[in-house]
């Protein structure tokens, strides 16, 4: 999928919340910047596919990922996301402030 698609599809599936799987990963990361998950559905509803699609060696599910950016709060982050093509709708994998 394109990035300017991959982003209106994120924007999208934001928009259901509840279908919106943070990794373990992302929920220690979150709790070490101090960003809370409105701060991370403000990201996913206003940012912009940055990088993607691209699937690191590391993935364990084989889906493509994207990289997106916002400012929230003052601070830059970067969320990487999965687009699944069954439930969850949306999984953030890593959640980033960009100094």
Not at 48 to 62: F, T, V
Request: glycine residues 4%.
């Amino acid at each position: 999928m394109k990035r300017s698609d991959a982003q209106q599809v994120i924007r999208e599936r934001a928009a259901r919340s509840e279908l919106t799987v943070l990794a373990p990963n992302a929920l220690l990361q979150m709790r070490e910047f101090g960003i809370d998950f409105l701060d991370v559905h403000r990201c996913l509803s206003r940012g912009k596919a940055a990088r993607g699609p691209y699937a690191p060696s590391d993935s364990e599910s084989n889906e493509c990922r994207y990289d997106v950016e916002a400012i929230v709060n003052g601070e830059w982050l970067r969320l990487v996301v999965e687009l699944p093509d069954k439930s969850p709708d949306m999984v953030v994998v890593t959640v980033s402030v960009i100094l």
